[in-house]
Nanobody, 116 residues
Framework: QAQLVESGGDLVQPGGSLRLSCAAS????????MAWYRQAPGKQRELVAS???????DYVDSVKGRFSISRNRAGNTLYLQMNSLKPEDTAVYYC??????????WGQGTQVTVSP
């Protein structure tokens, strides 16, 4: 099981920015895919952004052009840079790792609230 710890969530005004971090207990290059999900109150968890071991990013349409997924060179931290935040981005954000088709770990989540 992957040990993942998210941080960086906060209360921010619309139009603001945040950077989320996900610290992993082992090299994230060992996973097929690393991803960020989010879950808003009363809604299902949704995939926000992902990155393959080879570094290929992908985003849900609602965040394209505003969010950016990246990782550090050491390969132990995954990031999600979020710009031009909107109230509808309010959610708990989770980091996850996948090997093949199997999810091998989830973080505890970090709260992002976008409000005036």
């Amino acid at each position: 099981q992957a040990q993942l710890v998210e941080s960086g969530g906060d209360l921010v005004q619309p139009g603001g920015s945040l950077r989320l971090s996900c610290a992993a207990s082992e090299s994230i290059f060992s996973y097929t895919v690393m991803a960020w999900y989010r879950q808003a109150p009363g809604k299902q968890r949704e995939l926000v952004a992902s990155m393959t071991a080879g570094g290929m990013p992908d985003y849900v349409d609602s965040v394209k052009g505003r969010f950016s997924i990246s990782r550090n060179r050491a390969g132990n931290t995954l990031y999600l840079q979020m710009n031009s935040l909107k109230p509808e981005d309010t959610a708990v954000y989770y980091c996850t790792a996948r090997r093949g088709s199997e999810y091998v770990g989830w973080g505890q989540g970090t709260q992002v609230t976008v409000s005036p």
